[in-house]
């Protein structure tokens, strides 16, 4: 059993890697969320830009 503790201790001890995983998952967070949103960016985009055109700045 102190094994199995030690051994969870070692794990979740590094802060390195348990910095790494939060980083890990941001970033899988953030691309989830750009594919889910794509097309509404996308015509927000080419809204803006249209607008942008057809007022001949």
Not at 16 to 24: D, R
Not at 27 to 33: C, F, L, S, T
Request: net charge positive; proline share 0%; aromatic share 8%.
């Amino acid at each position: 059993m102190k094994r199995i503790r030690t051994r969870i201790a070692v794990l979740f001890g590094n802060k390195k890697g348990m910095e790494m995983v939060q980083v890990a998952i941001l970033v899988a967070i953030a691309v989830a969320v750009g594919i889910i949103f794509k097309s509404s960016v996308v015509d927000f985009v080419n809204r803006i830009f249209g607008n942008l055109d057809a007022a001949n700045f």
